[in-house]
């Protein structure tokens, strides 16, 4: 009797423990609100690269997925913008002509500016103002661009013009800003098509560059690098969008078993990053803080290459060093057609053969060297992956970037 009673009470263990690790497994699968569906090549500007801080930013491009940390806020009126100050992890929320400053992490009440006295109409985009975190620009709905100062206990609100250049029949999603540039992209769409626009907000007349999207309507985003932004749209799908490439170059979607799944059906309204922490705010004023986990087995590249002593340098590195890592590096170089320095032409610089393969191998330190005249006329695409030294194993399976030899920085 006592040895079924035994059995009886093992099998009744392994059944509640099971239940406990389905239940957790099930509560950290309806954590997650995205997942990376579109793996993306991450290649960053030499100031991300080499700054810490945005670095850890940046690492949200290898996350697999994107996780709820908290829900911060339920508001009760509609959402039109929000925004971050870089400096202070301060957030910023328009309903219209009500301005909310949250104080994220801090035992600080929430502040509330009415500015419905200074504007003429309510403010439907929001970005952070570079030469204070108690300044913003805001762009009102009849697209007069504005500086508010929000430095003293009454505003102060000063008029840059208007943004002629919105068609009226387009209508203005969110703005954000570029951390090394300071220009602004505005997010205009028209019925599923998007086309983002960068200005100077101090002079809003004119555009710098713009982008069409087809079929894709962006309702907010983020800078992760000087080219390298990331998108939401109003069925909350991100994309990974490569400026200087003009194209989409990876995505995350929705995860349909996440907890508050409900919050999905309204749209949008501001996507912010800031301190290695993301805040997604909905248009029916649901506001979430967001996490991500790095991928420490990634190769991640400095995509401005450099020219020190007559070589072409290139620099790459994991998200978390490892002195445990060796590198392997394979070098394909192809002379591009039609185009070579007039010094080859002149035949003052030798010809190189039609392509060249160059393996590279194994190396401590993440860079290489290249002779300019190897590089100066061809298409460079180079190979990378890692090892652990101690074992041979595989720490960062093999990624292919393709490098842009003509745009070369000197040191």
């Known amino acids: 009797m006592s040895r079924y009673i035994l059995m009886i009470g093992t099998a009744l263990v392994v059944i509640c423990v099971s239940l406990v690790y389905f239940q957790r497994e099930s509560e950290q699968k ?33 996350a697999t997925s994107l996780d709820l940390k908290t829900l911060l806020r339920q508001f009760s009126k509609t959402i039109s913008a929000m925004t971050i100050s870089p400096q202070t992890e301060t957030l910023y929320i328009s309903e219209g002509f009500n301005l909310i400053q949250i104080s994220v992490g801090q035992k600080k009440s929430d502040e509330f500016f009415n ?122 799908s991100l994309h990974i969008i490569d400026w200087e490439k003009q194209m989409i170059i990876g995505k995350y979607s929705p995860n349909q078993d996440f907890q508050y799944a409900h919050l999905y059906k309204h749209p949008p309204a501001g996507f912010s990053l800031a301190h290695q922490k993301l805040y997604l705010v909905t248009q029916e004023g649901s506001l979430m803080e967001l996490r991500w986990k790095a991928n420490k087995n990634v190769i991640v590249l400095n995509r401005d290459i450099k020219l020190e002593n007559g070589k072409v340098v290139l620099n790459w590195k ?59 006329y061809r298409t460079l695409d180079v190979s990378l992956f890692a090892i652990q030294s101690s074992n041979g194993k595989m720490m960062a399976p093999a990624t292919t970037f393709t490098i842009d030899t003509e745009k070369v920085s000197h040191k």
């Not at 203005?172 to 300071?182: A, F, G, I, L, S």
């Not at 320095?341 to 290249?370: D, I, M, N, W, Y």
Request: charged share 25%; with cysteine; net charge neutral.
């Open 115 to 236: 500015l419905k006295s200074y504007l003429q109409s309510p403010i439907v985009a929001l970005s952070p103002h570079p030469d204070s975190p108690k300044k913003l620009y805001g762009l009102c709905q009849n697209r007069e661009m504005k500086v508010i100062d929000i430095s003293t206990t009454v505003p102060v609100i000063k008029s840059l013009g208007f943004v002629d250049m919105i068609p009226q029949n387009m209508t203005v999603e969110e703005m954000w800003d570029n951390p090394q540039t300071h220009f602004l992209t505005l997010s205009l769409s028209q019925d599923k098509d998007t086309i983002l626009v960068e200005i100077d907000p101090e002079h809003p007349q004119e555009i710098i560059k713009e982008l069409t999207l087809p079929k894709t309507q962006i309702k907010s985003g983020f800078y992760v690098s000087r080219e390298l932004l990331v998108t939401i749209d109003p069925k909350y």
């Open 318 to 376: 994991m998200p978390k060093y490892s002195k445990q890592a060796l590198y392997f590096a394979e070098l394909s170089l192809t002379p591009k057609e039609g185009k070579m320095p007039a010094a080859a032409k002149k035949k003052l610089l030798p010809l190189p053969p039609q392509k060249t393969q160059v393996p590279l191998g194994p190396l401590k330190k993440s860079s290489v060297e290249l002779p300019l005249i190897e590089t100066a």
């Open 30 to 62: 309806g954590r997650h609100v995205f997942f990376l569906t579109e793996p993306t090549l991450v290649a960053l500007d030499q100031e991300t690269f080499n700054n810490e801080r945005l670095f850890e930013n940046a690492t949200v491009l290898t």
